[in-house]
């Protein structure tokens, strides 16, 4: 494959999603969507020449398309609030936080992209209480009724090598075909080797990237004001583990060559 995957990141945090994959050589992220001002800082720190749109609820396809950017893959790891063991169990109905899964279903339909990743809390994939899986059938009824299939494993942020569990679902999601053999297995989970990604809340830059990851050292009394700290913990905090982004996006690419 000559040409890098396009990457739409939505809900784009500090950028985790296309630390992680543009890290693998095969995809270019060609726009951002997110809402709160210090991730849209480091983003445009970060990846200056890089669109950053503000409302996913009012992006559009056409807005795309009028900016000049065409979409192979959009990856988003949508609110957790009201699916979160920690949060209110609102669920992903619509006017909850957790109901903006609803933008990226609406952007399927509007762009038609080859590939689809999708994080979320691990309560996801048993939520509701009241109906076990109920949360996670809309899921896939949804992607189902966009005309794509969807593999999905959990995989916690302990199995790329980090000093905590962090569980995390992980979705996948292409248009259907016969025969495709799936992307990501505990196999191929368990056989990667991903180099080690530097501990940083913000700020620090590898070939000029933000190095992001799901357990960070809580800097405190260097100089920065107290609201800062809090910023970046938080944006830190909610920050996907880059390295199984780069895991699957390894495993998409495999699977490109393939095809």
């Not at 849209?40 to 950053?52: A, F, Q, S, Y």
């Not at 900016?67 to 909850?96: M, R």
């Not at 399927?108 to 109906?131: C, D, K, M, T």
Request: charged share 25%; net charge neutral.
């Amino acid at each position: 494959m000559t040409e890098k995957l396009k990457v739409l990141d939505l809900f784009s945090g500090i950028g985790g999603f296309s630390l992680g994959l543009e890290r693998t050589g095969g995809f270019e992220t060609v726009a951002f969507c997110e809402i709160e001002p210090f991730p849209r800082k480091v983003l445009k720190k970060h990846w200056p020449e890089v669109p950053c749109y503000e409302d996913v609820t009012k992006l559009t396809g056409d807005i795309l398309r009028r900016d000049g950017i065409s979409v192979d893959v959009i990856t988003g790891g949508f609110p957790c609030q009201d699916i979160s063991c920690a949060g209110k169990k609102a669920g992903i109905k619509e006017g909850t936080r957790s109901g903006l899964w609803s933008e990226i279903v609406r952007l399927i339909g509007e762009l038609s992209p080859r590939y689809v990743i999708v994080e979320n809390v691990a309560a996801l994939l048993s939520g509701p209480s009241e109906q076990r899986g109920g949360w996670f059938g809309r899921i896939l009824g949804d992607l189902a009724e966009c005309g794509y299939d969807a593999e999905w494993e959990n995989i916690p942020a302990a199995a790329v090598g980090a000093p905590h569990r962090r569980e995390r679902v992980w979705i996948i999601t292409y248009p259907e075909r016969e025969g495709r053999q799936r992307l990501v297995t505990h196999d191929s989970i368990s056989s990667c080797k991903i180099e080690a990604y530097p501990f940083s809340c913000y700020g620090s830059v590898e070939r000029g990237r933000p190095m992001v990851s799901g357990s960070l050292p809580l800097r405190t009394g260097d100089g920065l004001p107290v609201a800062l700290d809090r910023l970046r913990i938080k944006a830190a905090g909610n920050a996907v583990v880059p390295q199984i982004p780069e895991l699957i996006g390894r495993a998409i690419l495999a699977a490109e060559e393939n095809t």
